[in-house]
């Protein structure tokens, strides 16, 4: 997690970063657009749990649980900084 954070320094990130590890990182810097944009449209479990999570943080708990349901996740029950950790964790475990 600590290369992911560090990367956050970056102006741009990783071209080697999974869609939903590159969604988090604008996400971090304030692009919101940008990492919904990155996410919405991959088709995939992980994308769409980060989505689900770029709603919540929000506020619009409507579209984040419809993501929740996509990723076939039931809607998180930890705070934001804790799923935020989860998130980040699981998605660099599965970069091997």
């Known amino acids: 997690m600590a290369d992911f954070r560090a990367s956050l320094a970056d102006t741009a990130p ?7 590890l590159a969604a988090l990182w604008w996400a971090k810097k304030g692009d919101w657009d940008q990492a919904h944009r990155i996410v919405q449209d991959e088709g995939d479990a992980n994308s769409a749990w980060v989505h689900a999570h770029l709603h919540r943080v929000e506020g619009d708990l409507g579209n984040a649980g419809y993501w929740y349901r996509q990723a076939g996740q039931p809607a998180a029950k930890d705070t934001l900084e804790a799923e935020w950790e989860r998130i980040v ?8």
């Open 14 to 20: 990783d071209a080697a970063l999974s869609p939903p």
């Open 89 to 96: 964790a699981t998605l660099l475990a599965q970069r091997g």
